[in-house]
């Protein structure tokens, strides 16, 4: 019973890091109109932001994995958040002197800490318990996450982007002394809701110093990278991540240009029931020239499917084989973008949008699958597959191509190719745990 309710106690406290990665992921994003006119930048610089968090995924999940099997999961976790708060208490002096190559540094540092923390806090949670569970503990854990995600738009626009953001020519006609004013009030605005996470970040760090977590994956791994790329099934989870993330964010990038394709503002402005959604969620009237806002509010549902999809899955995942599961998701959302393609209007929209609740599984799911039966190469092989997320930055502009070239349509054909991999290694996962 003890031991029940320390692994219990500790679930809680390793969620609440879940929480945490995915709200601040969110909210830097923000951050872009801010630092567009603070900065003066151009979109192919605002967009580097991107590039820094997946680069940081990138290089850094294999050190991290190096470290954490060095000094230990408790310590790596602390070293993870004091890492993220040093990276938010850099957008200070970024914002004040205003220099991008500083905010540039303090996002990679706080995606370093979010990569450490989660090369560490995955297969920890993932083995919190029995191992038929781990599955349906790490749903129930990136639910949390993508709750995280859920509420930081709100909380970006009620701190972050509460007053007025002027143009570039709005600045350039104010007089010296009114620019420096409003320049200094957007530097506030930025470093103010970052020194405050930074204190939360410390104080969840203190009570990880504090907390007793049960130790349950060994400290001192003997393996080598050399003995995880044996592992076949771990490799292969390695692609499946690689895939599943460039599937999904190429989705969701391109979604708003999908449906400007497919003309569905008429559509949504012409059908009663659209149009009360659209204005509900932008809380005004549909003007003419807000094309792109009429139907970038409906991208909610595709995010917000996967927090909705992980809840469901997190049970089911528990009553069914976790790579039947994955197969049955990743089934129903090749079925659903078939569906898209060969269709038009409402229901090419809404079937493309519910492929999110069908992600919704995939990235717990098949890292549970790849690092089961690996041992003491847990560290090394959730690096790993921390690195794969990399996918979020290859998949989606080639996916770009394809379309340039063939059109939208056409060009989902290579997403489903993605979701045709994430099918085979659940089905080969679960006929291998009947084996």
Known sequence: MNQSKSYRS????????FFLWGFITVLVDSLIPRLRELFTLTYFQAGMVQFAFFGAYFLLSI???????????????????FTMALGCLLFYPAASY???GIFMLAYFILAGGMT???VAANPYVAVLGSEDGASS???LSQAFNSLGTAIAPAVGALFILSDTIKTKDEIAALSETAKEAYLTSEASAVQNPFLGLAVFILMIAGIFFFAKLPKLIS???TGTYADAFKQKNLMLGVLGIFFYVGAEVAIGSYLVNYFLDMNMVDVIKNNSFMRSIAESILNSGLAENDNKAIVGVFVTFYWSGAMIGRFIGSYLTKIMKPGKVLGIFATLAISLIIISISTS???SMWSILAVGLFNSIMFPTIFTLAIDGIGELKPKGSGLLCTAIVGGAIIPPLYGKFTDNFGFKVALVFIILCYGYILW???RNSKKSMA
């Open 425 to 427: 290694y659940g089905y």
């Open 10 to 17: 500790s679930f809680i406290l390793l969620t609440t890091l």
């Open 219 to 221: 400290e001192t791994s």
């Open 137 to 139: 503990r790490l749903n």
């Open 345 to 347: 209007g409402l229901v």
């Open 98 to 100: 205003r220099v991008f």
């Open 63 to 81: 050190p991290a994995s190096y470290i954490l099997s060095k000094i230990g999961y408790k310590r790596g976790i602390i070293l993870g958040l």
């Open 116 to 118: 450490i923390l989660q």
